[in-house]
């Protein structure tokens, strides 16, 4: 299993992404899946989780990104997605993909097995 983060990119701000994650193994469909990011000089967060349907693909996020944010999934492409909207300069960061084969997840890095190798994300001001 291997997931690929795609979508990143430079953007003003105010300005919109659509990151993408790819499961090769085709099976994220069982998984939740989280989005996480990591500013320069400062520790990995979690940004947004989506449950598998075992939890009725519920959908969190951190404060920061309540109403910008929009996390989804396609799981007949084995595709998760994050909709970012109204970018700003602190949203500056490498986004990491990750999924949780319990299928709960979480905004907590615990309990989340394989992560991908991240896509940059930058906001000028």
């Known amino acids: 299993l291997q997931l690929a983060e795609s979508g990143g990119g430079l953007v003003q701000s105010g300005g919109s992404l659509n990151l993408s994650c790819v499961d090769s193994g085709h099976t994220l469909r069982y998984y939740a899946v989280g989005w996480f990011r990591q500013a320069p000089g400062k520790e990995r967060e979690a940004v947004s989780c989506?449950?598998?349907?075992?939890?009725?693909?519920?959908?969190y996020y951190t404060e920061s990104v309540k109403g910008r944010f929009t996390i989804s999934r396609d799981n007949a492409k084995n595709t998760a997605f994050l909709q970012m909207n109204s970018l700003k300069p602190e949203d500056t960061a490498v986004y990491y993909c990750?999924?949780?084969?319990?299928?709960?997840?979480?905004?907590?890095?615990?309990?989340?097995?394989?992560w991908g190798q991240g896509t940059q994300v930058t906001v000028s001001s």
């Open positions: 990750a999924i949780d084969m319990t299928g709960w997840g979480g905004l907590t890095e615990e309990g989340y097995d394989y």
């Open positions: 989506i449950n598998n349907s075992d939890y009725d693909g519920q959908t």
